[in-house]
């Protein structure tokens, strides 16, 4: 009897240690939620550093995100950073009868390129997968560019919540939060504009440069870059067999630089020979692909509307060959 009665005291006293403990979590749980949303709101007003939300940024990454929520199987499905965005231009692809989308966004690392294609490629179902892969983005960390895609996606989901688990940050931890209680708790109306200042959205998922840009840059000093990230080259390989097993035909490429701006990398031919045994892969700025850096490039690595429709059409002719739309 009295070791039941113990029992039954012992039982009751964990429920309401239990409980308490789901209380503070809970009344913690609100607190952070309420205080991120409160010093957001405030950061944005006051455009402090508290917390970065860049919502219709630079790249239209709204509008491409939002976009391809409506898309199903395409020919080409182009990833990368901006060298896809503002490098594959959508309509030329089409005007040669293939049916393309381009999920570039800003500063793009694999990480980020992964979790997109896992999240969109049973959807989009490409025949071919077209990879930018820049030096810089497979050395950096990609903070910037998951707090671009978090902050730019309508829905977010369980793939915008692994990656920034993957890339551990804790800005992009605030972003996400912040993000989670607009979009998915208050559900927040946005529109983003067609037209910003030199930049014009193509449906499809282009950006268009005026031509009226033009930023001079030269002397470029030498870049040492050999260090490139485990993570990042880990995630070009999950990509190559998120392909495979899908059975796509994905190539790497390396969008063409002005001259002087890729020689001044010093590993290319590392990293070219890293990219080869990888999958197939092509450095245009290793072919004579006739681009003037004054008339072709409108800054040292994106290429002017002109040096956009040269290169496609050298792609679609050379590349894409014999593989019909």
């Known amino acids: 009897m009295g070791l039941n009665l113990f029992i039954s005291n012992s039982n009751i006293i964990m429920l309401k240690f239990f409980k308490k403990i789901m209380f503070i979590t809970l009344i913690s749980l609100v607190t952070t939620l309420v205080g991120v949303k409160v010093f957001g709101d405030f950061n944005q007003y006051l455009k402090t550093s508290f917390l970065k939300y860049p919502l219709g940024g630079g790249g239209h990454t709204y509008s491409r995100l939002s976009e391809v929520e409506n898309i199903e199987n395409i020919d080409i499905l182009f990833l990368g950073s901006s060298h896809s965005y503002r490098g594959f231009d959508t309509r030329i692809f089409s005007n040669y009868g293939y049916s393309t989308f381009n999920l570039g966004t800003s500063s793009q690392t ?96 282009f950006v268009e440069k005026s031509s009226v840009y033009s930023k001079y840059e030269s002397g470029f000093p030498k870049i040492f870059e050999n260090k490139l990230s485990k993570k990042q080259l880990s995630a070009i390989d999950d990509i190559i067999n998120i392909c495979k097993s899908n059975n796509v035909k994905i190539i790497l490429v390396n969008t063409p630089l002005k001259k002087q701006y890729n020689l001044s990398y010093d590993h290319n031919i590392y990293f070219d020979s890293l990219m080869n045994s990888k999958a197939e892969y092509i450095n245009f700025n290793t072919l004579n692909l006739s681009l003037n850096d004054t008339i072709h490039f409108y800054d040292k690595d994106h290429l002017s509307q002109k040096g956009v429709e040269l290169f496609n059409k050298y792609f679609i002719e050379k590349v894409l060959g014999s593989i019909k739309p």
């Open 110 to 205: 694999p990480i980020q390129s992964k979790f997109l294609l896992k999240k969109y490629i049973k959807q989009l179902n490409p025949k071919i997968i077209v990879f930018d892969l820049y030096h810089k983005t497979s050395s950096i960390k990609g903070v910037e560019s998951a707090i671009d895609i978090i902050s730019n996606s309508k829905n977010l989901s369980c793939f915008e919540l692994k990656m920034f688990l993957e890339i551990g940050d804790v800005e992009v931890i605030k972003t996400f939060i912040y993000s989670f209680i607009n979009k998915s708790l208050l559900k927040e109306k946005f529109q983003e504009e067609t037209l910003k200042k030199y930049d014009k959205y193509v449906k499809g998922g």
